[in-house]
């Protein structure tokens, strides 16, 4: 897992919303993990990204945040298995790294 800094959030001109719906998430510390395959085993990506912010002592700061990178709504027939998701946990504190800065 990575620490990341979320700047903003992405919108596809074909997302089944319209813009007034749509908002912008402001910048946040955050820990991230790319998640792949069917959206049926999410929730323990979801659980272990929890997991993981524990043990390192920070505190979720703000809702789950899910960006597909490859997913259905691409336009494309996919396979559940080929499907990308970045998972997203805004977090407060400080935490080494867990790679080499």
């Known amino acids: 897992m990575v620490p990341i800094l979320v700047l903003s959030a992405v919108v596809l001109p074909n997302a089944p919303f319209r813009d007034s719906e749509a908002v912008t998430l ?11 395959g069917s959206y049926a085993g999410a929730d323990e990506a979801f ?3 929890g997991r ?3 043990e ?3 505190t979720p ?3 789950p945040r899910v960006l597909g990178i490859v997913a259905p709504y691409t336009g494309r ?6 499907y ?3 998972l997203v946990l805004p977090v407060e504190g400080e935490a080494e790294p867990s790679f080499p800065v």
């Open 26 to 36: 402001p910048a946040c510390r955050a820990l991230s993990v790319l998640y792949y």
């Open 47 to 49: 659980l272990r990204l």
């Open 52 to 54: 993981e912010v524990k």
């Open 56 to 58: 390192r002592g920070l």
């Open 61 to 63: 700061a703000g809702d």
């Open 77 to 82: 027939e996919i396979e559940t298995k080929r």
């Open 84 to 86: 990308c998701s970045r």
